[in-house]
T-cell receptor
């Protein structure tokens, strides 16, 4: 049974560019949440998607946007990248948003 | 404004002894608490949780204690094993655990020495 799959695992982008990160939830899960983990910090909630709509959003600027597809997979888009966007981006899936979150291994984004 | 605090960045324990990881929170609306373990290059893995209506939850070697009046919880690992060496995150949920999002502490790096 595949868990949460994230791609790519690593990428390097230049300041000002745009990036798209992808997440496939665990089988049977329908809700996807995205977290940003900066170095030495705990994960910070970005937003949550359920039924293809953004259900909740954390304290992140509009440069961060997302999408959920009918198959429950999700994308995180970040526009106009800043050096401070360098972090590990974690995707977590759950069933109907309950607390049984399963995390992926993350995408390490480096902005230079 | 950090709502979940793990004040010890690191902890070193001898194999076989008890590991105690602490977590404090400030928001009295939190009603569910979780501990996650994270190895390098992996995502956080759920370890154990506790509802705010309980003061203790046990699962094998892992026990979580909740003191609501002090807004404090702790994770006890007995006996500690070298494979327990990882970063441990405390997390809290609002809104009864549904439609909520996890608020994490900064983590405590546990090293269990053989």
């Amino acid at each position: 049974d595949a868990g949460v799959t994230q791609s790519p695992t690593h990428l390097i982008k230049t300041r000002g560019q745009q990036v798209t990160l992808r997440c496939s939830p665990k089988s049977g899960h329908d809700t996807v949440s995205w977290y940003q983990q900066a170095l030495g910090q705990g994960p910070q909630f970005i937003f949550q998607y359920y039924e293809e709509e953004e259900r909740q959003r954390g304290n992140f600027p509009d440069r961060f946007s997302g999408h959920q597809f009918p198959n429950y997979s999700s994308e995180l888009n970040v526009n106009a990248l800043l050096l401070g966007d360098s972090a590990l981006y974690l995707c977590a899936s759950s069933f109907q948003g309950n607390y049984g979150y399963t995390f992926g291994s993350g995408t390490r984004l480096t902005v230079v | 404004d950090q709502q979940v605090k793990q004040n010890s960045p690191s902890l070193s324990v001898q194999e076989g002894r008890i590991s105690i990881l602490n977590c404090d929170y400030t928001n009295s609306m939190f009603d569910y608490f979780l501990w996650y373990k994270k190895y390098p290059a992996e995502g956080p893995t759920f370890l154990i949780s506790i509802s705010s209506i309980k003061d203790k939850n046990e699962d094998g070697r892992f026990t979580v204690f909740l003191n609501k009046s002090a807004k404090h919880l702790s994770l006890h690992i007995v006996p500690s094993q070298p494979g327990d060496s990882a970063v441990y995150f405390c997390a809290a949920l609002r809104y009864g655990g549904s439609q909520g999002n996890l608020i994490f502490g900064k983590g405590t790096k546990l090293s269990v020495k053989p």
